[in-house]
């Protein structure tokens, strides 16, 4: 049991459920809640007849095959190519030195500042007929017309793949480079004795180590791609999140769009499952004290020419391309950044991702500090399913809040005004909570982690002691452990509120009437091919992600 843990009786433990746990519970209800009314929603009218059934028929016969095959192709297709690349990046800087590697090492995160969806709308932009490289394509062969030549067509599934690959890759990248870093060197030295090679020493002894923080990436990658909405959408791919949007907004069918949404959930838990099912037999262990790192060998002339332009390839097109195209744009539109509009924009994506960020970030401390501080077992099996919210795709989340909400805003709103006479109208669909509440339970599992780590590094002789000298639970959480945990707090206030500013189906979903954030704004703007005026908007997006990414690299120097 804790040290800090009351000396109440155990009988009285049993009858009276303390705060931490009557806390802990309320935290994953609110957590788990929207999954359950998904299915609930799916559900229930199966049960209850309805149209329901009817509309589950025509779904399984019409779209949903179509909508599940091609989610699967994207979902393989980018956990692929985002495999080969992260694994093969961290290969590169984990074990050679060549020219660059100490500022390529950090520039290959710098993806992750540029949302998938400013990626697509700067490929296209670039590549399509009237974009510069068709258009010097033309000047330099005098074709006039597409009629004259071939090229690839660009808004496809194919170029999807590409674009969600070149944003997601540091996921595996990051993971695979602290896994390669942590192995010992014994391994490399035998194998370098005995004559093996540099690929066959990645292939037979770096790879199998490294397997599970591959596996761990290439499930958050093909979960992110799932998640997707504004990439798929704009190039016209038809997946299982657009056929929410379609099902709900356009054919007005709850039920048909809680369904596709229990299909998304079923890949997901079945990724999750099958990447815990991967590992089961994988243990690893160094088994002497003293650990020695694998030593980096030098590449030079042509070969570290090669690791060089092979690093270069995914900064490229994960990062400098889009954000060449955007920057040319956006500076081309001093005016648009005046706009009204995007102040307005930027003020909503301040004030909301704020919100969701202090409040997320303050009920996971909640949660970490009373689990600790309780000692009981209801709190500390209730932890691990507050991370499911992650693994669930934003217009899942969407679909469990908005119509649970709507009804209980109904309700509220026709209970004061049978009691009053006056109609409050929509107090919780109406205004940014139910955006607050979806940023919250989507991104609690990066909170809770970070809390829980910060917590875990603080030595249990420092609470214990502040405890012996009178102080009480509260004050030993202000006095030790806040100035202790600071600094992981603040990354993870950070991080939650980085993803808030770049989480779009959520926010298209939940948003109240005529609410845009600077995510929605860049979308609608750039779905009717207004590019110049997305521009801001995605230039502040990312910026504020590499804010992070540079956290993120100090944090894994």
Known sequence: MDALSSSSSGRDRLRWPDLWSLGAAGIALVVVAPILAVVWIALAPLVGGGDAPSVWGHLWATTLPRYLRTTLILMFGVGALTATVGTGAAWLVARYRFPGVRWIEWALLMPLAVPAYVGAYALVDFLEYAGPVQGMLRDLMGWQS???????????????????????????????????????????????????????????????????????????????????????????????????????????????????????????????????FSRRRSQFYTLSSRHRPVAQRHLRGPSGIAAM????????????????????????????????????????????????????????????????????????????????????????????????????????????????????????TGSSFALVLAYGVRFFAIAQGAADAAFGRVSPSLPMAARSLGRTRGGVLRAIYAPLVRGSLA?????????????????????????????????????????????????????VGLIAVGFLARANR
Not at 511 to 528: E, G, K, M
């Open 146 to 276: 597409a009629r004259d030549y071939w090229f690839p067509e660009i808004r496809s599934l194919g170029a999807a793949i590409l674009v969600l690959s070149a944003a997601l890759y540091p996921y595996v990248y990051l993971l695979t480079r602290a896994a390669l870093r942590e192995q010992s060197g014994g391994g490399e030295e035998v194998a370098m004795s005995l004559g093996v090679g540099p690929f066959a020493r990645f292939r037979r002894v770096g790879l199998p180590l490294a397997r599970p923080a591959i596996a761990a990436g290439v499930a958050i990658v093909m979960m992110e791609s799932i998640n997707d909405f504004g990439t798929v959408d704009y190039f016209a791919v038809q997946t299982l999140t657009t056929g929410i949007f379609t099902t709900w907004l356009e054919s007005n069918s709850a039920a048909g769009a809680a369904q596709i949404a229990c299909v998304v959930l079923a890949l997901v838990v079945a990724l999750v499952l099958l990447e815990k």
């Open 309 to 428: 332009v092979l690093c270069l390839i995914p900064i490229l097109f994960g990062f400098v391309l889009p954000a060449s195209v955007i920057a040319s744009h956006a500076l081309g539109r001093v005016g648009e950044w005046v706009d009204p509009g995007l102040l307005l924009a930027l003020w909503h994506t301040v004030f909301v991702g704020g919100l969701a960020a202090v409040g997320t970030v303050s009920a996971a401390v909640f949660l970490v500090y009373g689990v600790r501080l309780s000692g009981r077992m209801l709190p500390r099996r209730l932890m691990p399913i507050t991370t499911i919210g992650y693994a669930a795709p934003g217009a899942v989340l969407g679909v469990g809040i908005l119509i649970p909400l709507a009804r209980m805003d109904h309700w509220i709103a026709d209970g004061v005004e049978s009691l009053s006479g006056v109609d409050i109208g929509l107090i919780l």
């Open 491 to 543: 990354s993870a206030l950070l991080l939650v509120f980085v993803d808030c500013v770049k989480e779009l189906p959520a926010t298209l979903l939940l948003r109240p009437f005529n609410y845009d954030t600077l995510a929605t704004r860049v979308h609608d703007q750039a779905s009717l091919e207004q590019l110049g005026a997305a521009a801001p908007g995605a230039i502040l997006i990312m910026l």
